[in-house]
DNA sequence: GCGACCGTTCGACCGCCGTCGAAGCGGTCC
DNA sequence: GGACCGCTTCGACGGCGGTCGAACGGTCGC
């Protein structure tokens, strides 16, 4: 009797669907304002801050302020481990939930955060520049005005000059004021993935290569057959 | 709005304390009667029956009726999977949630089922003596009188020659009339696991070379150092 | 067959929680 | 600094759902 954590609180936070539909906006791993989220869930501002307060106060999500506008997203990958474990539960409709969940799955693989990549793949190319020397430590600054991509920022890189040899030599092209690193700290794997102008390059470029699609609405990322040898082969993803 | 499986009917089904614990109590897979839910979740028989009701139109959990008995069950491996991932967010009792996910990890593992191995270890013994020709196909018959153990009983197995001298072989002796050979579908395996007097004797045996240890108050089984090894070359497991 | 027992259904009570509009707080823009 | 805007808090309303005891259908034991 007394041994148990109240999972049930839980349990009691995803059995309001307002809340529920919050929690799928926020699936992918976008931060999005209140406002938003309110419409998204169909409900008046006041309802929905209510139920953002207490999926807070649950440890489902965390908020981060920025400006007048206050950014929710989902606590953490258990989060949405969660969300995938309940649909896989929730009968009535099979064929959208399976499909849902290969979509999401698709996502935590892939995926655009604005202009760049995230991801399995986003992360893994990161980690891949890194780990070869093209990127290591320094001091660049962060515009304080950007919307919220991450959890910390407390890591500065910076290309070193195997890096942008590197950039140059694969085809991205920088202007000389914008070859500052910027990063995200990825929602699904909680790594760093690379941003900025950098990060918006490397997506484009891969893009001319034919190595991965964008899909026309989503933030889905797929793939191709070129691209997976060419992946492998340049960042041994 | 209208393409998302009511994933919150899930949800509120989890919401209520004494629901948890019925399921909770059931996690291990064991089958247990209502009366014995009802004093597990501390409410009475009338308010269990009514939450066993939902748990079960939910597809959260099966009934087997047996005489004037019903049995009910996790309806899957899935029901495990969300539990699992619902207390890993439950963070009240940080410690004690931690133990208890692993505790019911080791129970997938390795468990007992009555007087038999259950889990993944005896998911594992059942599929070699199979493979290895030890156990095949016969007519045997199942006493319709034994509490239930599993979904389906619709195979019936029975010791191969090559099986009965592996059964001496290896240190199990069992009387003449008690050959037949009985199963169960393990629950968080989905897969047969073997029960009956070979089953009992199986795992007596190995209690007897010290390869395994059953817990003394609970269902769960760990593998010894020697047990390690004399399994992986026994059984492949 | 008749009592004992297990389980579900019914009816009534109570409390909790989601809902909205209005008001209050803080930050931005001109 | 003033007007606007995003968000949260407050108060009041309404409804859904958990709870129990009592009554009912089934099953086992003698």
Redesign the interface.
């Known amino acids: ?1 007394p ?15 307002r ?3 919050i929690l ?1 906006a926020l699936d992918d791993g976008r931060a999005l304002p209140a406002s938003r989220l309110a419409a998204e869930a ?1 409900v008046s501002a006041s309802t929905a801050s209510t139920h953002l307060g207490k999926l807070r106060e649950g ?2 999500v965390t908020v981060q302020t920025h400006g007048r506008h206050r950014f929710y997203r989902l606590a953490g990958p ?2 949405g ?13 099979p064929v ?2 399976l499909r ?1 969940g290969t979509r999401a799955r698709a996502l935590r693989r892939a995926r655009t955060c604005y202009d760049h990549l995230a991801g399995e793949l986003g992360v893994a190319i990161m980690r891949h520049l890194v780990d070869a020397g093209l990127l290591g430590g320094g001091d660049g600054r962060r515009d304080p005005a950007d919307p919220p991509v991450g959890f910390g920022h407390d890591v500065d890189y910076r290309f070193t000059a195997e890096g942008d040899a590197w950039l140059d030599d694969f085809g991205v092209r920088l202007a000389p004021g914008r070859r500052a690193v910027r990063y995200c700290v990825d929602w699904t794997e909680q790594e760093h993935h690379l941003s900025g102008a950098a990060g918006a390059g490397i997506l484009a470029r891969l893009v001319e290569l034919g190595w991965v699609r964008r899909a026309p609405k989503d933030r889905a990322v797929t793939v191709t057959e070129a691209g997976r040898e060419g992946l492998a082969r340049t960042f041994g993803a």
């Open positions: 009797m041994g148990d954590a109240d999972i049930a609180a839980v349990g009691a936070l995803l059995g309001d669907e809340r529920c539909r799928l169909g440890g489902l258990h989060v481990r969660l969300l995938e474990a309940m649909v896989a539960l929730a009968p009535p409709r959208t939930s849902e």
